[in-house]
C-alpha cells in the first residue's frame, strides 16, 4: 500500500487528478475494481483510475444491489481501493442515502475515505441496478437538490449525475433531467442503460447542441445488461470520456471461485487447477511484500518458494 510504505503518495486530491484526466483528447477507461487487489491488479495492467460499483460491492458481501449498504460501508472499500492503489477511484453513490443532508455527508465521508469523484442516481429506494425493469423514478427537482448538496460540500470530490430516466421518459426526459443537473452543478452526465449506438450518438450529440457544448459524459459497459458490447474506441467515437466496467472483475473471480469449489468436491482438493491460479510469487509480487518487510528491520525477507512441491 503506498500509505504504508511512502512512495507514491500523490499530494494533489485525488478529484483534482481524475479532472486532469478528463482534460486529455483519449476516453478515460475506468475498470471495476470491487478490493484492494483487484485495483492493484488493474493498476499493474496500465489503468490509471478505477471505478467502485454498488453491484460489486453488494455482491461480495453476499446481498443484491437494492441500496441497502450504508456510507461508512462504502468507505471501508474506498479507503483499502485508494490506499492499496493511490489511483483516482470513481465510486457509485446510489441515491446519496437520503436527501441533501446525508448527501452532503456523503461526499465529506467519501472524500475523507479516498475518492476522487461520486456518482449519484435519480431512482428512488428500494433503487436497482440501471439495467434492470421497473425502476421508479424521483422527482427531478429533489434530485437537482441533492446535486447541489453535493456540490455545496465538496472540497475537491468530481460531481457525476446519473439519469435513469431514458427507460421510461424517452431520450427528450433524459437530456431534460441532465440539463437540470448540470444547471445544479454535476460536473458530467451519467446516462445509465442505453440500448444502442444510436441512443449513446444522440444523447451526446443533442446534450451539447443544447447549449453544453463542453459537457463530460459517462457510458456503462456492464455484461448482461441492455447496452451491447461496445469498445472504449467506439464510445469515444459516441461522444463519451468516461467508460466503466463496474462489475467484470467480480464476475469473472465469482466464476474462478465457483468452479475451484466445485473441483474440491469432486475431486478431494485443487490439484486440477492449480495453473489457473495466482502462484505464491505473482501475489507477493503485486502486493510488493519485500518493500513491506523492508520497513521493519525485526522481518527477515522472504524466500519464496517457486514451484508446488512433489510427492
Not at 421497473?134 to 427531478?140: G, Q, R, S, V
Not at 424517452?170 to 443537473?181: Q, S
Not at 449513446?200 to 443544447?210: G, H
Not at 466464476?255 to 495453473?275: C, P, W, Y
Request: proline share 4%; with cysteine.
Amino acid at each position: 500500500m503506498p500509505y504504508v510504505i511512502g512512495a507514491d503518495n500523490p499530494e494533489e486530491p485525488a478529484g483534482h487528478r481524475f479532472g486532469r484526466l478528463l482534460e486529455r483528447k483519449q476516453i478515460l477507461q475506468l475498470p471495476g475494481a470491487h478490493n484492494g487487489m483487484a485495483g492493484l491488479l488493474a493498476k499493474k495492467a496500465g489503468f490509471e483510475g478505477l471505478y467502485l460499483s454498488g453491484a460489486a460491492m453488494t455482491l461480495s458481501m453476499g446481498i443484491p444491489d437494492l441500496g441497502m449498504i450504508t456510507v461508512d460501508e462504502v468507505a471501508f472499500h474506498i479507503r483499502q481501493i485508494a490506499r492499496a492503489t493511490a489511483l483516482p477511484l470513481l465510486v457509485d453513490g446510489d441515491t446519496g442515502y437520503g436527501e441533501a443532508l446525508n448527501v452532503m455527508h456523503m461526499v465529506r465521508t467519501f472524500e475523507d475515505a479516498g475518492a476522487a469523484a461520486v456518482h449519484l442516481e435519480d431512482q428512488l429506494l428500494p433503487k436497482k441496478c440501471g439495467h434492470l425493469n421497473d425502476k421508479k423514478m424521483a422527482d427531478a427537482h429533489d434530485m437537482a437538490a441533492k446535486v447541489a448538496a453535493a456540490r455545496k460540500a465538496r472540497r475537491h470530490l468530481y460531481i457525476i449525475a446519473r439519469t435513469d430516466a431514458a427507460a421510461s421518459e424517452g431520450m427528450d426526459g433524459a437530456l431534460a433531467r441532465a440539463k437540470l443537473y448540470l444547471d445544479s452543478g454535476a460536473d458530467a452526465i451519467f446516462p445509465e442503460a442505453l440500448n444502442s449506438r444510436e441512443m449513446f450518438t444522440e444523447f451526446s450529440r443533442r446534450i451539447r447542441a443544447e447549449g453544453y457544448p463542453e459537457v463530460k459524459l459517462l457510458a456503462n459497459m456492464t455484461e448482461f445488461g441492455r447496452t451491447p458490447f461496445f469498445t472504449a474506441q467506439e464510445f469515444e467515437e459516441m461522444g463519451y470520456q468516461m467508460v466503466i466496467w463496474p462489475v467484470s472483475a467480480a464476475r469473472v473471480a465469482n466464476k474462478a471461485m465457483e468452479e475451484l469449489f466445485q473441483s474440491i468436491r469432486e475431486n478431494g482438493g485443487t490439484h486440477k487447477l492449480v495453473d489457473r491460479m495466482q502462484t505464491r510469487a505473482e501475489l507477493y509480487d503485486v502486493i510488493n511484500l519485500h518493500a513491506y518487510e523492508a520497513l521493519d528491520s525485526s522481518l527477515i525477507q522472504t524466500i519464496v518458494p517457486t514451484s508446488m512441491p512433489q510427492r
